[in-house]
């Protein structure tokens, strides 16, 4: 059936701000479906309050609306448009509760608004515990068994009926908020009280727990035909009992029969036509028993894009959220075009002939004190994703890919020797279980006692023995002695240089050139649906060790855009909204756009992003091999966050050329001492200061600086580890405890300017121009970090004299840094006089609100700049500043009910929304500063 032309216009609800459970998988996803129901013909209008988003841009729908996710807003949007439906799968669960409350208070049904791409009642019953174990026990699927309690009592008497353990969650919430396995009755109280308490319906589910048992998913796809195709399985490397969002996860599945799958599978199809009748995508998620009989019981079933269907999609390079679009629309998969082959159709099954593995990224740091043991409600803020041609490579890559000072999966110098150590953390996982299963099967604990604990299948362990047995081998070599096949092997199995070096006792560099003897080098595979069945169009790529090359190099001009890794606190979706404008800029300036990085959750990552993907770690290694691979013109490290600029100093020395500010620039900004004396020899004030390496020397400098001080380490980004002091003794621990930490980076004492006013700029330079796109002023006072701080824009009551201060620094420091670019600088308002505190000659985490505030694509313009195809004076800048923008800072302290909810110098916000108001008489705008014990003085 072709696509339903009545039609027109189609309203997508976004997912909001950036939570923990609720990532930038949901902008992908809805970036992907605007553009394919665009293609179409059809007017998309989309509400999203998360400026930091690429699907909040006006490239990807005809009207954005930056409102808050409320049934007001949408009320509004149906009045302005002629809305003919809503595609509510596109946000997540945020999305969904906020559709279904506007279908229980009429307003679809009076706008004679259609609902696609689900089943309100499909959402009833699979977020209905109680009504979802009916149905299932109805069609014959099996489930653990459970009760739904809705007050303390009932849950009680289910606890005496089912006894311990047992797996408590509260129904319609995210990333598993509220859940829990709990072991003895006081503990039980606890969890049951709050589930209640977070509940929406005021209802929590309680399960007989399956500790141990293994957890697997399910992506699928539905049309209004009935037909239904599975894109992809997922194993999880953790057993049940650990959100699948804070697992290692596999795919394809490894240690599953087909037997077993096969019933899986007709498992998940049933129970997507039993749910309702709808044309969309759908997650299933199942546990079954570790024996030789794998009974298999379903957990739960998601009837929309999930947090695994962005995953799914860059695993297999099928596109579910663009398929799942044009499924709402009418059309059939059989009427639909393979995304990558362009010649076979969308109703069929991915094949992999390679393995992916997804590796969470958590924060913990920024929580001390915080409990760090993994359960059921998700606490990782990140995840990478690592393909290879064997699990073992696809998990050295991903290990490689975090960015925690690891060079992969062991073969660093950093294991944990201490047995009790090591057995306590294969019993409470957090973090860090991956690398100490490492280190116990290298001390020798017997495999028996290793799954007693972890619960993890053996297939897997015997996989990272493999790799030791390999680093044991090695061991016994020198460099010159290392036979060809033996050096092969390593890096087959995804070893890098780095970790190799270590095991051979010599350089990298060392290595890398052996590598260049034997001939041993990098090829590249596609990512193609089909195993190579079909010829693949799309140039979707990741690397391995063989022979053939599948990577064919062009004669076009072509620009490397290096991406920002996995999101975490202080480097989120912002860089990667840049980094893609930095690829659409550079593509309309002529260019071959190459896009590096390794986080599935993203645009940047999407398979028709860039003109080429390479999927892999933003690992020195990774990027060399491409560089030479392909013969850039140059790379832009500026848009990719801290991550990318760690890089420039190796790009600069390896003789490669950065496109805009040059690497002389970006390390003297990060240089305090070199900035300073910029800084002074401008006549630009800046707080006292000075630089120290250790304990002693800061106890000294504090005696001349005088408290309180701002500590923070060099060459971090959100704050990591920075922090006022008021004292020797707070001074002398904190010290010690970022060189503990950090290692030899250079520590920054500065003298703190209590009641400060804070702001920050914003500008694009070429060198010689100067353009500032906003200045924000921040609500709190200077010593929150600006991440987590309220701001404004323009700012809303900084007298002319200061605002002419900025302005003229903002200009003189642009120019004397050789800025190329963009650049932020922030500043400390005191006595009418602005101090610098810091400048960064890149992208900030506030070009976006500022872009979307002022309706201005400055990435855009940014990039050309850097490219030298366009100077600042060729640009016809007309911002549309009516009224204010409010950025509010967002936070996921819900994950963390043990921390203390303070706010300092180091970010702990997880995402932000904007909001708009005419003037300061704004009734939100008054009452963010009534909250915070705050007086508005114009």
């Known amino acids: ?68 996710l409320e049934p007001e807003s ?115 109280d606890n969890m049951l009280e709050n589930g209640l308490k977070i509940s929406p319906i005021h209802e929590v589910m309680i399960d007989k727990a399956l500790l141990g048992w293994k957890e697997y998913e399910l992506e699928l796809l539905r049309d209004a035909n009935d037909n239904v195709v599975i894109i992809c399985s997922i194993e999880n490397f953790d057993p049940m009992g650990i959100h699948t969002g804070d697992s290692i996860t596999v795919a394809p599945a490894m240690t599953l029969s087909d037997t077993t799958f096969q019933k899986m599978r007709d498992m998940a199809i049933h129970m997507m036509r039993s749910i309702g009748n709808f044309a969309g995508g759908c997650n299933v998620q199942f546990a079954v028993s570790p024996d030789e009989n794998e009974d298999i019981i379903a957990i739960e079933i998601n009837p929309r894009v999930s947090r695994s269907s962005a995953l799914a999609s860059k695993a297999t390079g099928y596109p579910i959220a663009k398929i799942a679009a044009k499924l709402a629309i009418g059309y059939h998969l059989d009427e639909l075009q393979n995304q990558i082959t362009k010649t076979t159709s969308a109703l ?138 033996l050096l092969f092997e390593a890096k087959q199995k995804g070893y890098a240089d780095r970790q190799i070096a270590h095991l051979l006792r010599c350089l990298e560099s060392e290595v890398y050139k052996k590598r260049e003897e034997f001939n041993i080098n990098r090829v590249y595979k596609l990512v193609d649906t089909c195993a190579a069945e079909f010829e693949a169009q799309t140039p979707y790529y990741y690397s391995t060790f063989e022979y053939e090359n599948e990577s064919i190099v062009s004669d076009k001009k072509k620009v490397v855009v290096l991406g920002s890794g996995p999101n975490r606190i202080g480097q989120g979706i912002e860089f990667d909204y840049s980094c893609v404008h930095g690829v659409l800029a550079a593509k309309e300036c002529g260019y071959e756009t190459i896009m590096i990085n390794c986080n599935p959750e993203t645009v940047s990552t999407d398979f028709d992003t860039a003109d080429k993907l390479y999927f892999e770690p933003v690992f020195w290694e990774h990027i060399y091999d491409i560089i ?150 921040h609500i709190e006072p200077a010593g929150i970090h600006s991440g987590d701080s309220y701001a404004v824009l323009p700012p809303y009551n900084l007298g002319d004299l200061v605002m002419q201060q900025i302005i003229d620094i903002t200009t003189k420091v642009a120019v004397e840094l050789k800025t190329v670019g963009l650049m932020n600088i922030q500043f400390a308002v005191k006595d009418d006089v602005v101090y610098v505190i810091e400048a960064n000659p890149r992208a900030s985490r506030t070009v976006p609100f500022i872009a979307k505030a002022y309706d201005e694509p400055y990435v855009n313009y940014a990039t050309k700049v850097m490219l030298g195809e366009k100077k600042v004076t060729d640009f016809n800048f007309q911002p549309k500043k009516e009224g204010y923008a409010v950025k509010i800072p967002v936070f996921s302290y819900a994950k963390f009910p043990d921390v203390k909810k303070e706010l300092g110098p180091e970010m702990k916000s997880t995402g932000e929304a904007i909001r708009f108001i005419k003037d300061l008489r704004d009734p939100f705008f008054r009452k963010i500063f009534s909250e915070r014990n705050m007086h508005l003085s114009k």
């Open 1 to 68: 059936m072709p696509k339903n032309n009545s039609i027109k216009s189609i309203l997508i609800i976004g997912s909001g701000p950036i939570v923990i459970g609720q990532a930038c998988e949901f902008d992908y996803s809805g970036s992907q479906a605007s553009r394919s129901l665009r293609e179409e013909g059809i007017e998309v209008t989309l509400i999203n309050s998360n400026p930091a988003t690429i699907m909040t841009d006006s490239v990807v729908a005809d009207n954005v609306y930056l409102k808050p």
């Open 74 to 188: 949408i009320i509004e949007i149906l009045e302005n448009h002629k809305i003919d439906a809503v595609l509510p799968t596109m946000g997540g669960q945020t999305g969904l509760n906020l559709a279904i409350k506007c279908d229980e208070m009429g307003i679809w049904e009076e706008h004679n608004v259609d609902i696609i791409g689900v089943d309100i009642n499909a959402i009833e019953i699979t977020e209905d515990r109680d009504q979802f174990r009916l149905l299932m026990d109805e069609i014959g699927i099996p489930m653990a068994p459970q009760k739904p309690a809705k007050s303390f009592l009932q849950g009680k008497e289910i606890a005496q009926e089912f006894g311990f353990p047992l797996c408590v969650r509260a129904s319609f919430t995210l990333g598993g908020a509220g859940a829990s396995i709990v072991h003895d009755p006081e503990e039980f």
């Open 348 to 485: 069929f099954e991915p094949t992999l002939d390679y393995v992916i593995v997804k590796i969470p990224r958590w924060n913990f740091n920024k929580f001390p004190g915080t409990n760090r043991k993994l359960g059921l409600q998700m606490k990782s803020v990140g995840e990478v994703m690592g393909i290879g041609r064997s699990f073992q490579e696809a998990l050295q890559k991903a290990c490689q890919s975090l960015e925690i000072n690891r060079n992969g999966l062991g073969a660093d110098g950093r294991e944990l020797t201490d047995q009790d150590e090591i057995l306590h953390s294969l019993e409470h996982p957090s973090w860090n279980r991956l690398f100490h299963i490492y280190d116990a099967i290298k001390r020798g604990i017997p495999f028996k006692t290793i799954v007693e604990k972890t619960k993890i299948d053996i297939w897997f362990l015997k996989q990272i023995e493999d790799l030791i047995k390999l680093e044991r081998r090695i061991e016994k070599f020198h460099l010159d002695s290392l036979p060809k096949d």
């Open 628 to 777: 030479k691979h392909e013969k850039p013109e140059g790379v832009i490290v500026q848009l990719g966050g801290q991550t990318a600029l760690k890089l420039a100093e190796k790009l600069e020395r390896y003789g490669i050329k950065i496109f805009g500010t040059s690497y002389e620039a970006l390390d003297l900004a990060e240089d305090r001492g070199r900035f300073s004396k910029l800084l002074e020899k401008n006549n630009i004030p800046f707080p006292k200061y000075g630089v120290v390496e250790d304990a002693e020397q800061a106890l000294e400098l504090a005696q001349d600086l005088g408290y309180p001080l701002l500590v923070r380490p060099s060459y971090v980004l959100g704050g990591q580890k920075m922090k006022i002091v008021i004292n020797d003794e707070d001074l002398e621990h904190h010290v010690v405890d970022i060189l503990r930490e950090m290692g030899e980076n250079q520590i920054l004492l500065d003298h703190f300017l209590g009641g400060a006013i804070e702001c920050e700029a914003d500008a694009i330079c070429d060198g010689e121009n100067v353009y500032i796109i906003g200045v924000m002023q």
